[in-house]
Nanobody
Framework: VQLQASGGGLVQAGGSLRLSCTASGRTSSSYVMGWFRQAPGKEREFVAAITRNGGNTLYADSMKGRFTISRDNAKNTMYLRMNSLKPEDTALYYC????????????????WGQGTLVTVSS
C-alpha cells in the first residue's frame, strides 16, 4: 500500500487543520492506520491510531480532546482533525499503516507516507 499525506500548512495558534492520508494499491480497510509526528530535533512521536473499521481509536495523552482521528474506507482515506493548535504542535506529520493490531509503536507500522508539514505560529 502507498500512503499520501496532505493538508498541512501554516496556522495561527488556536486554529484548526484537517490532515488527510489517502491509501492506494490496496484497500485501506485492510490496515490499522495511525498518525505520527516529528518536530525539528526531536524523535518521532505517536499521535493517534484507528482500527480497520474505525470502531476503536487510540490517542497520545497530549492530543486527547484536541485531535480527532477518523477514516472513510469508501474513500480509502484517514483524517486527523486538529483543534486548538499550539506552537509545540509544529512538526512533520506522517501517516502509517499496519496489518497488525492497533498500537502506538512506530516500529509496528510497516507502511509510511512522506509526511505533511504543520507549522503553528504564536
Amino acid at each position: 500500500v502507498q500512503l499520501q499525506a496532505s493538508g498541512g500548512g501554516l496556522v495561527q495558534a488556536g486554529g484548526s487543520l484537517r490532515l488527510s492520508c489517502t491509501a492506494s494499491g490496496r484497500t485501506s480497510s485492510s490496515y490499522v492506520m495511525g498518525w505520527f509526528r516529528q518536530a525539528p530535533g526531536k524523535e518521532r512521536e505517536f499521535v493517534a491510531a484507528i482500527t480497520r473499521n474505525g470502531g476503536n481509536t487510540l490517542y497520545a495523552d497530549s492530543m486527547k480532546g484536541r485531535f480527532t482521528i477518523s477514516r472513510d474506507n469508501a474513500k480509502n482515506t484517514m483524517y486527523l482533525r486538529m483543534n486548538s493548535l499550539k506552537p509545540e504542535d509544529t512538526a512533520l506529520y506522517y501517516c502509517a499503516a499496519t496489518v497488525g493490531t492497533i498500537t502506538d509503536r512506530a516500529k509496528d507500522y510497516e507502511y509510511w507516507g512522506q509526511g505533511t508539514l504543520v507549522t503553528v505560529s504564536s
